[in-house]
């Protein structure tokens, strides 16, 4: 990482990181537009405002989960239910 944000302050903002890069002697780094790599900033706003919903979906169903008692609702005493009054 500290290789890339040196790349980006030294005027390079196409740079990427190279994930195919196997060896060490490589750099780690790849030009991004002539590899012809590109990302809709669209596209990823959009995947971390429904991964946020998504948490946040699960985080209150959960809530809601934890805040009922367990065993449902607790039966009325009848002392007289055979009686036939």
Do not use: C
Not at 9 to 14: I, M, T
Not at 22 to 49: P, T, Y
Request: no cysteine; glycine share 8%.
């Amino acid at each position: 990482m500290s290789k890339l944000y040196a790349s980006h302050a030294n005027g390079n903002p196409n740079t990427g990181v190279d994930i195919e890069a196997g060896s060490e002697e490589s750099s780690g780094l790849i030009d991004a537009k002539e590899a012809r790599i590109f990302d809709s900033l669209v596209v990823k706003q959009s995947a971390m405002k429904l991964a946020v919903h998504a948490a946040t979906t699960v985080l209150s169903v959960d809530q809601i989960i934890m805040s009922k008692q367990a065993g449902g609702p607790k039966p009325k005493k009848n002392a007289n239910w055979d009686n036939d009054d």
